[in-house]
Nanobody, 122 residues
Framework: QVQLVESGGGLVKAGGSLRLSCAASGRPFSAYAMGWFRQAPGKEREFAATINWSGRSTDYADSVRGRFIISRDNAKNTVYLQMNSLKPEDTAVYYC???????????????WGRGTQVTVSS
């Protein structure tokens, strides 16, 4: 089992930045690829970013590419999502997830956190 706890969400104005963190405990963190997903009210949970176990490979949804950066610190068992140039449409609950491969689909992830709210005002 892997337990994931997100933090760092909040209210920010459009154009601002936030950094989300996801702390992992349980099985060795470095064994897992990590992903960030988000879910806006009334919408399905969607992929935002993913990173492989070593941190050398990342991928992003087109909607966040160039604005968000995913990174990880295996010594601290933590994955981060740096969010820049935020837009009102980025408003959502953000979830981190752990899985065997760095994938864009929800079904590839075995463990999920409870999420952190990000609200971007216009």
């Amino acid at each position: 089992q892997v337990q994931l706890v997100e933090s760092g969400g909040g209210l920010v104005k459009a154009g601002g930045s936030l950094r989300l963190s996801c702390a992992a405990s349980g099985r060795p963190f470095s064994a897992y690829a990590m992903g960030w997903f988000r879910q806006a009210p009334g919408k399905e949970r969607e992929f935002a970013a993913t990173i492989n176990w070593s941190g050398r490979s990342t991928d992003y949804a087109d909607s966040v590419r160039g604005r968000f950066i995913i990174s990880r610190d295996n010594a601290k068992n933590t994955v981060y999502l740096q969010m820049n140039s935020l837009k009102p449409e980025d408003t959502a609950v953000y979830y981190c997830a752990a899985g065997k491969t760095a994938a864009m689909t929800r079904k590839e992830y075995d463990y999920w956190g409870r999420g952190t709210q990000v609200t971007v005002s216009s």
